[in-house]
């Protein structure tokens, strides 16, 4: 009897099995000749799919040569260059196509044309410029010199460019000669700060190019510089600032044991501190008495300015306000009083009857109020006066002077209601600028309103109004 020992290799055959026996297996089946699993089949190389990656690299390396070629030509070809380019391929295009011997000159001379200008590019472009200002805060109204200087580090002769140095809306231009080793090129131009804001200078860039214009290339060097255009302010004295007659603080209506203005004499209470009892009364009356201050609060002087288009008829009345704002803000920092300077927010659609919003301006210093004054602008999404009164009043605390300055777009009414929205107590001064307007002063409830109608103004009306 045969004997069949199966192995993981396959079958085993025992000695009957070499008679010639037959024994069925589920051995796998046999791979056909030339299969890919049998020893003869044909090996892979592999050089098709090199050849593949390769045509990809290559594709991609020249695609973004091409990116740099074609930035590179859209960034030095001008207009009148792009006009000359059509023409060229045009005159290309139907002068062989249509014999015309005319047309076929023309591309020539063209083409000619193209690659002369091509040339004037040509040429190192190693300079080191500088670009300075004496000063970067000015007012309005003045005059500020910039300097742009050109130095030659290397040791070959540069080729002379044309300089150039954006001054806000408008171009300074040079035309600097070609410099020799070690050689330096320097001029001086005027900056105009007619109009408060801030005025971008710079970057200086160079420009090479050819004659007609055909071709201009830019190379950017020195960095962009802010000249800030302060508005005009005005000195006022210390005690109109804020209405403030004390040193300390304001003396209020509410009684303390302790303080600085005294008050009156009253009868001892149990828990009254024996500091406070006032020997000389007691001894004369027989009871003990005691003394009673009035509470003084440091004064906290508030000035909210208006950016919203409908309180201003004029832009000279919005430039006027943004004047006094600054002299009053200027004048307490100086006074080193407690002082918040608050501006309309402009309001995004939908959020103006969702919340108030207003923008506070720093105070640490007269030059940080200033530079951010320089920085407001009118806005029609600003809030108005009397949103803008509600919303500082929410957002500062312990207001006792606060000064609302607007133009004369403004009505007494919506004046009054600006008013109604800071807490009782809370001296208001309305300040409305309308240029050329004589000067007044009236008196609603406990809302002062100064008309103004010049800077000059604001001194004497402040004046007046503490006298009062």
């Not at 991609?60 to 000359?84: D, K, M, N, Q, Y």
């Not at 001379?109 to 000063?135: K, T």
């Not at 607007?406 to 004046?415: A, D, K, M, W, Y």
Request: glycine share 8%; proline share 6%; aromatic share 6%.
């Amino acid at each position: 009897m045969s004997q069949v020992k199966l192995t993981r290799s396959g079958v085993t055959r025992g000695p009957a099995d070499l008679t010639g026996g037959t024994v069925r297996t589920d051995a796998a089946p046999e791979v056909p000749p030339g299969a890919p699993g049998r020893a003869d089949a044909p090996v892979r190389d592999g050089r098709l799919a090199d050849a593949i990656t390769a045509t990809v690299r290559a594709w991609r390396a020249l695609a973004e040569l091409g990116s740099t070629i074609g930035g590179f030509v859209a960034s030095v070809v001008t207009p009148l260059g792009w006009c000359l380019l059509v023409v060229v391929f045009c005159s290309f295009l139907f002068g062989y196509g249509l014999g015309w011997t005319e047309l076929v000159a023309i591309a020539w001379s063209g083409s000619v044309l193209v690659v002369a200008a091509f040339c004037f590019l040509l040429g190192r472009n190693a300079y080191e410029i500088h670009l300075s200002l004496p000063v970067d805060r000015v007012v309005v109204g003045a005059k500020v010199p910039g300097e742009v200087t050109v130095l030659n580090p290397t040791r070959q002769r540069l080729p002379g460019v044309a300089v150039e140095v954006p001054v806000g809306a408008g171009l300074a231009e040079f035309a600097m000669p070609g410099l020799a080793r070690g050689g330096s090129f320097d001029d001086v131009f005027i900056v105009p700060a007619t109009r408060r804001g801030v005025i971008p200078i710079g970057p200086v860039r160079t420009v090479r190019g050819d004659p007609v214009g055909l071709l201009r290339r830019e190379i950017v060097w020195a960095e962009r510089v802010e000249l800030f255009v302060h508005p005009r302010t005005i000195p006022i004295p210390s005690m109109s600032t804020g209405f403030i007659r004390d040193l300390e603080g304001n003396p209020t209506r509410d009684l303390t044991n302790s303080d600085v203005s005294f008050h009156a004499l009253r009868e001892y209470v149990p828990g009254d501190e024996r500091r406070s009892i006032h020997w000389k009364s007691t001894a004369k009356t027989g009871r003990y008495m005691v003394r009673q201050y009035e509470e003084s609060r440091r004064s906290h002087l508030m000035v909210a300015l208006s950016l919203a288009e409908s309180d201003f008829a004029t832009e000279d009345e919005f430039e006027m306000a943004v004047s006094v704002a600054g002299s009053l803000g200027v004048r307490a920092i100086l006074d080193a009083r407690t002082v918040s300077v608050v501006a309309s927010e402009a309001v995004p659609g939908g959020a103006r009857r969702r919340a108030s919003m207003v923008r506070s301006l720093s105070t640490l210093t007269r030059t940080r109020l200033l530079d951010d004054l320089s920085r407001v602008d009118l806005s029609g999404a600003a809030l108005p006066v009397s949103e803008l009164a509600k919303a500082a009043a929410d957002k500062v605390a312990g207001i006792s002077v606060a000064f609302l300055v607007t133009g004369s777009s403004t009505s007494l009414t919506e004046l009054r209601a600006a008013a109604h929205r800071f807490p009782a107590g809370v001296e208001v001064v309305a300040v409305v600028c309308d240029p050329e307007n004589i000067p007044s002063l009236r008196r609603v409830a406990e809302l002062s309103v100064l008309t103004i109608g010049f800077l000059d103004d604001l001194q004497h009306s402040l004046a007046r109004a503490a006298a009062v």
